[in-house]
């Protein structure tokens, strides 16, 4: 009896405590909640148009479907010398800055401002980096498949050279697709984007001034596809690119809940954001 009596008063606490968790869940106080505006920019003079998104940041806590008012934004973009002033149609989604009207100059500095008639500011700079001769290559190795002495398919294994500029701190990104034609095909050209690398941003740290060599993701050429390329893009990005895409990388790699939260990294004062530059060097090669 006494057993049965201890047994019931443990279950009575586990259920209370229980509830008390509950209820003290419930009472939690969020931290407050400071609008900021959200600042999305990038400049390069290989852009046709530079387009600069801005809004304002969404709530971590509470109601997260809560939109706060920026007001009507005036927005100016300087070089230093040269300054133009963005009216709303610039700023819209589908808008931007066309390059005959603010050309974007390798080596200069642009400074970017936000300012709206309810209250918010936000300021940010870039410089856009030299360009460089990095000499880029492609190299690739076919494997060929074959079934009763006939090829019934090639698999290509490409590789991406380039050279880095020896004594200047460099940050790289490197893009590649797929470009597939086929008469057959009501989407042609076809555009598939393939891997490049272990990571595709780097910099060139420890391995100043040497000879780059990344593999792509492999591919297949077949008796159905008319023609096949492949397009690479180098890009020289600031160290500001570089910072931004490597935060967000161990942002989205946070799998333990006990680690410490880790911020992207954001170069807008006043705001929230990345504000950045790159050159762009790129290379076609035929595959068929």
């Known amino acids: 009896m006494k057993r049965t009596s201890y047994t019931f008063i443990v279950s009575v606490l586990a259920i209370l405590t229980f509830f008390s968790c509950e209820k003290e869940v419930n009472n939690i106080k969020y931290p407050e909640y400071k609008p900021k505006l959200d600042i999305s920019g990038y400049l390069s003079p290989d852009n046709l148009m530079t387009k600069i998104i801005f809004s304002m940041n969404l709530r971590n806590y ?32 589908r808008g931007g800055i066309k390059r005959s009207d603010f050309p974007i100059e390798e080596g200069k500095t642009y400074t970017l401002e936000v300012t709206t008639d309810k209250g918010f500011n936000a300021e940010a700079s870039c410089t856009v980096p030299f360009r460089g001769n990095f000499n880029l290559e492609i190299d690739t190795t076919l494997r060929k498949y ?8 090639i698999s290509v294994q490409p590789d991406f050279y380039f050279t880095d500029i020896k004594g200047v701190d460099n940050y790289y990104m490197v893009l590649c697709e797929e470009i597939r034609y086929n008469s057959d095909r009501t989407q042609s050209p076809y555009f598939n984007p ?78 929230l954001g ?14 068929k």
Not at 66 to 77: C, E, I, K, R
Not at 274 to 287: E, M, N, W
């Open 274 to 287: 990345i504000f950045a530059a790159y050159t762009v060097d790129s290379l076609i090669f035929r595959l």
């Open 62 to 93: 509470g109601n997260q479907w809560q939109f706060d008012d920026m007001g009507h934004p005036t927005v100016t973009l300087s070089d230093g010398t040269n300054l133009i002033v963005l009216d709303s149609a610039q700023m819209s989604y």
């Open 146 to 153: 074959i079934y009763e002495d006939s090829i019934v398919n």
């Open 194 to 271: 393939l891997h490049v690398g272990e990571k595709a941003y780097f910099s060139d740290k420890d391995r100043d001034g040497l000879r780059y060599k990344l593999p792509i993701e492999s591919t297949g050429l077949s008796d159905m596809t008319d023609s096949c390329f492949l397009k690479i893009y180098l890009l020289n990005t600031d160290k500001v690119y570089y910072d931004y895409k490597k935060s967000v990388d161990k942002y989205n790699s946070g799998e333990d809940p006990f680690t410490e939260p880790s911020p992207v990294y954001s170069n807008i004062s006043g705001g």
